[in-house]
């Protein structure tokens, strides 16, 4: 079955930078496309960014656009998300997602 294990999160300054990564297993990572999406606190779920099987299309929120990038390594079936110039408004729970689902999570906090 797909899984979805997510990692990286934790507590940051603001302008600081977290990795997160999500390794998936139970299906071919290489043929999906693949999504970040978050939820703050007492909020919904916010799309965040996409990428392409290929990795070559990326798309991003305005809200992150230029801080984040988005990247893939199929060899390892691993999806990345580099989050640079953190801001407090980036605290949430980050979940790597294929279609409707999603891991378990893993939270980013920005806070000084």
């Known amino acids: 079955q797909v899984q979805l294990v997510e990692s990286g999160g934790g507590l940051v300054q603001p302008g600081g930078s977290l990795r997160l990564s999500c390794a998936a297993s139970g299906f071919i990572f290489s043929n999906y496309e693949m999504k970040w999406v978050r939820q703050a606190p007492g909020k919904g779920l916010e799309w965040v960014s996409r990428?392409?099987?290929?990795?070559?299309?990326?798309v991003y929120a305005d809200s992150v656009k230029g801080r984040f990038t988005i990247s893939r390594d199929n060899t390892k079936n691993t999806l990345y998300l580099q989050m640079n110039s953190l801001k407090p408004e980036d605290t949430a729970v980050y979940y790597c997602a294929k279609g409707d689902r999603r891991g378990q999570g893993t939270q980013v906090t920005v806070s000084s």
């Open positions: 990428i392409t099987s290929g990795g070559v299309y990326r």
